[in-house]
Structure formats: C-alpha cells, structure tokens
C-alpha cells in the first residue's frame, strides 16, 4: 500500500470523516421535506440524486472491512447503505407525487 493511501485511511483521519459524514447525512436528511415542499420537480430529483450519489462516492473506502475497525466507522459503512435506500425512495417519491397525481 502506497504511503497516500496509508494516511488517508489512517484512524484520526478516518474518525473525523465518519463524524462529519454522519453531520452531513443527518443535515441532508432533514432538509429532505423542505425540498419536497419549497423546490421544483427538477431541483427535487437533484436532490435525490445527490442524496444517491453522497454514499457511493465514499464506498471504495468501506468495501474493505479493515478498515472499519472502530464502531464509528462500523455505523457509518452501515449509514451508507441507509442513505442510498432513502435517496432512491426519495427519487421514486417524488416521481410518483409528480406523475400520478
């Protein structure tokens, strides 16, 4: 392993991120109903595509399960799966709110 990726993945480093991702989450989360309520449809498929892609731009750091080694990161790998179903739900919420009513 090249001597980038070692400090990247490094605990204090990885701690910190997985405590900004879980501040991050939560904002996006509960800025989800004002979207719906104040957006357009396309800001509001934005959005949800945000909320898809914000998961699976970090996944390549936890496929390894080495790297979770704390419970902190542990929950965080586990909040990437909810927040990708949540941004897909999201997606096909507003999608059945615009088309079928």
């Known amino acids: 392993m090249n001597s980038n990726l070692k400090r990247l993945i490094n ?7 997985a405590i900004m991702y879980l501040v991050g989450v939560t904002m996006m989360i509960l800025f989800s109903p004002v979207i719906l309520t104040m957006a357009h449809f396309y800001e509001q498929i934005g959005y ?4 898809v892609l914000l998961p699976l731009g970090w996944f390549h750091i936890f496929f390894n399960k080495d790297y979770a080694t ?10 990437h799966f909810v927040v990708l179903a949540y941004g897909i739900l999201y997606i096909a919420f507003v999608l059945s709110i615009n088309f079928l009513f």
Do not use: N, Q
């Not at 605990?11 to 991120?17: D, E, G, I, Q, V």
């Not at 949800?48 to 909320?51: E, K, M, P, R, V």
């Not at 704390?70 to 909040?79: A, E, I, N, Q």
């Open 70 to 79: 704390t419970r902190l990161l542990k929950l965080t790998d586990t909040l």
């Open 48 to 51: 949800g595509i945000l909320l």
């Open 11 to 17: 605990p204090k480093f990885m701690k910190s991120f």
